[in-house]
């Protein structure tokens, strides 16, 4: 888990932290074959039938997984409206 944030905008930059901090870790997992890497992301969201939860990685998120061939993972859970 690279953060402990609920908001997604927060757990992107915490991502994007992670990636810089550990670039050289990154690059030596991504040189091992075989090797599955990925960044898991999630968030819980509001939302009423039919509506379809969805979220959009920044492309400089994406542009920084690619390079240390990492997958984004998301998950999304409805949230209470307690919440």
Do not use: C, W
């Not at 944030?5 to 050289?24: C, M, P, R, Y």
């Not at 990154?26 to 509506?51: A, C, M, W």
């Amino acid at each position: 888990m690279v953060s402990e944030n609920d908001e997604l905008e927060k757990q992107i930059q915490d991502a994007l932290g992670f990636i810089n901090l550990h670039a050289a870790e990154l690059n030596r997992l991504r040189d091992l074959h075989g090797q599955k890497v990925e960044l898991g992301l999630s968030f819980s969201k509001i939302y009423q039938e039919p509506t379809f939860p969805y979220a959009r990685f920044p492309r400089t998120l994406v542009r920084e997984a690619a390079k240390f061939d990492l997958s984004l993972e998301i998950g999304m859970f409805p949230a209470s409206q307690g919440s």
